[in-house]
């Protein structure tokens, strides 16, 4: 027998054996799974306070904030320099009850604090190198959580956004200094009020 006929010969037969292979194949009905997994660990939704619900917004804009100090690098050294501190709003709050003013300002994204002082009637902005669209001031941060007096520049993005930014931090100035005012008037009327009733009891000898 030739090699082409036993070739011919054997074809048959293997096609018989992977029909059979096939057919003795049990065929697997796929099923979609619906089984449930429960948290080992379930987390209770906490509400965060920033500390701003009780105030209001009296005015916020968009601006980029430095500081004038050491870096990590030169502390002790005496050697100062202007440092980014970070981008965002800053905002001029007023608290609803007690009617104190302050400046707040946290890093875009992240809502970190990078400005947080009292808007004391006694700051001057000041122009940064001569810039129409920045100002310089000095004040009592508290971003940090320690009163630190800090020098900020705050940079806009025009002139006409850092004349409003100016108008409005010393209006506000303004309003503080009322307050205070009447602060220091009611502790004085107080003052003045337990002194009249304390001299009212005091009796004379004879």
Known sequence: ?????????????????????????????????????????????????????????????????????????????????????????????????????????????TMKIIANHALDPRIKLGANAGSDRSWVWNAFDFAEGDLVETVFAARFADSDIAGAFKDKFIECQKDMEKILAGEDSAEGSAEADQAAAALEKLTTED
């Open 1 to 109: 027998m030739s090699e082409e006929d036993k070739t011919a010969a054997a074809t048959p037969v293997e096609e018989n054996e992977e029909n059979e292979e096939t057919s003795d194949t049990p065929k697997v009905e796929e099923h979609e799974s619906t089984a449930t997994f429960e948290p080992v660990v379930k987390l209770d939704e906490v509400e965060v306070k920033t500390g701003e619900e009780e105030e209001e917004v009296m005015y916020g804009v968009r601006a980029k904030l430095f500081v004038f100090g050491e870096t990590l690098l030169d502390k002790g050294t005496g050697n100062k320099s202007w440092r980014e501190r970070g981008v965002g709003d800053i905002r001029i709050l007023k608290h609803r009850e007690h009617q104190r003013i302050r400046v707040l300002m946290r890093q875009e994204k």
